[in-house]
């Protein structure tokens, strides 16, 4: 609980210091400049063409990329069952806990299929929250954010979410993450490795996930029923 208070302190910390990075780092190259976290004023995106988007569960994360783990609706004993689905070409039959409604398919032949997907940040990328974490006291007990305080999280405007960091995206994390890519890639001579990382948003935690990427409690029981 103490550390949710201090993370809290240093998301707003991080925010208000972003206002010198522009000049810090105007003579550094794009890709070299760390992964931002909050601020005053929302990225600039011009420069980039949204591709799509994704849910999965973080496997490793750190300031520069992430590894997600995404599951999907795939019909079993196609001609390549192991294919990695290509997160470019925005394919909607992932599995997400969070979307109201949507069950899985009915199909004999679809079976759930999990891949790992690296993705790297921008430098404009921002870690956000769908919900606003609870804070809590040194007694831990459960209290109030003041409006600084919350002004602080929502910001930079027009982003979703509340502020969060690469150091929230720990194993098991659910996020939904919004693909790009640099607009300076021709959408004919695009490919996977071109996609880069918008927002990663922490929509939840998997109670079942266990630590340092390890494949997850659901995991390791779906490929035992298997056997």
Request: hydrophobic share 30%; aromatic share 6%; net charge positive.
């Amino acid at each position: 609980m103490f550390r949710c208070i201090v993370r809290v302190h240093s998301i707003l910390l991080l925010g208000s210091l972003l206002g010198f990075l522009p000049s810090l780092c105007a003579a550094d190259d794009r890709s070299s400049r760390p992964v931002a976290v909050g601020g005053d004023k929302a990225p600039d995106w011009s420069h980039y063409t949204t591709v799509g988007d994704v849910v999965g569960e973080v496997v490793k994360a750190d300031a520069t990329k992430l590894t997600v783990r995404v599951t999907w609706f795939q019909v079993s004993g196609g001609a390549n069952p192991k294919r990695q689905p290509p997160l470019s070409a925005n394919p909607r039959n992932f599995v997400n806990p969070y979307a109201r409604g949507k069950t899985r398919p009915s199909q004999p032949r679809v079976k759930e299929q999990k891949h790992d997907y690296e993705l790297e940040f921008t430098p404009e990328t921002l870690v956000r929250s769908k919900k606003l974490p609870p804070k809590f006291n040194d007694k831990g007990n459960r209290v109030e954010y003041t409006q600084k305080e919350l002004d602080g999280l929502l910001s930079p405007p027009g982003v979703p979410g509340y502020a969060a960091g690469p150091f929230d995206l720990e194993p098991g994390t659910i996020v939904e993450v919004i693909l790009v890519r640099d607009k300076s890639t021709p959408a004919a001579k695009a490919t996977e490795d071109d996609l880069r990382v918008k927002y990663a948003i922490i929509l939840g935690k998997n109670p079942n996930a266990s630590k340092d990427g390890e494949k997850s409690k659901d995991d390791k029981k779906g490929k035992k029923d298997k056997q």
